[in-house]
């Protein structure tokens, strides 16, 4: 019996998380007949029950080991291919194979379980000491959706573990800003559990359709749950990549000219395709960390694409000046003994209202204008960031209907 402080103990607990499992355990003995069924976490030398359906007395329990050796999962962990047998002896590979005489079965399936890493998790599979009709699309087909379903779950678990851990650890940090600290405790109980909902809810779904043989309703589900799993996968790379955006990289002379200019071009078939007017004043060379300076200004300049000319021809200006002292004290709590500039980027878009201009900078903070996708909600969270990291300020102004102006101010030199 694997006991809680072996490493492998919380694979075992992870299974017991996904609140499919046995349900889908009793569909597969319901609709196959089959007797016993199983999820078994497999490694190279260890082979452990995760979660059970017994209805024949086969006696064996969820955390109990069998003997790595004496089973055919192991074959599987190392080919990766399904085995599916009717009738043992009338099989001509297995029916001198030592595992169905040990264990007393005629009719045996399994599928792997990988996940999306390409780590192979384990098996789950399904036995019996009467032969059985495994061998059709419905029943192969039905054991593949629940495999891939299990994995799902399996990977969103782990990346919840992760993210949670990382969060914590960030927002503990003495250096972690208040607000991205009430960002983070928000993150893992709200926006990361919408996409573990919708997990859920099209996982029951899928189990009912194919205990019900709804093939075409369990394919559609099956988009479903690989579209929901492919959306929180995108949230926690975005959150990574947020979370790895350090205060610490080394810094060198940028020139702001030649970073406008390149992001420029980077977006230059959507601003072609809009027929966008940018319009750029000289702007000036400031120490930074290059990667970052080009991140800031592709998020603000995309930005501004996909939102300028609401009612007119689609403009956008970027300006500069550098500020006097006295505006530098009243900008900031703690300014730097040196010159800053304020650059803005203006749009002519619909405007952001007055009550979202600080929500606007909230990781995976959308506003009503469109679906999501990846990098959306994080954009200006990384510029504002990047902004701190380089001891400067951002902040949005708004002109509902008329456009947003972001202004930045960075010190010149450190």
Known sequence: MVQPDDFLFADVEKVKQIPIVQTVLEV?????????AAVARVTEDRWI???VQDEIGFGLSVGEELEIGTTICNEIRGSGQAVVIDHVDENEFYSGHPTPRIYGFKSYIS???TLKSGAFFGTLFAIDPKPNQLQNPRVIGMFHLFAELLAFHLDSIQLMERTRAAMHDLATQL???NDETRQYRHISSH?????LRKLRTFSDMLVNATD?????????????IRSSAQQFSMMIKDLSDFSGLKDSDALTSVCLDHVVADVTTQLQPQIERRNITVETDRLPSIMAVPHQMEQLFFQLLDNAVKFCGHDEPPRIRISSRELALHEIDDLLPEPLQMAYAEISVEDNGIGI???QLEKVFDIFARLPTGSFRQGEGVGLAYCRKIVRNHKGII??????GKGTTFVITLPLSR
């Open 49 to 51: 029950a995760c979660s």
């Open 395 to 400: 902040k949005a102004e708004a002109n509902p």
């Open 28 to 36: 597969i003995c319901r609709s196959t007949g089959m007797g016993f």
């Open 353 to 355: 209202g007055d009550s």
């Open 191 to 195: 926006n990361l559990q919408e996409p």
């Open 212 to 224: 019900r043989y709804e093939i075409e309703k369990a394919r559609e589900l099956a988009v479903n």
């Open 111 to 113: 599928l792997p379980i």
């Open 175 to 177: 250096l972690v800003p």
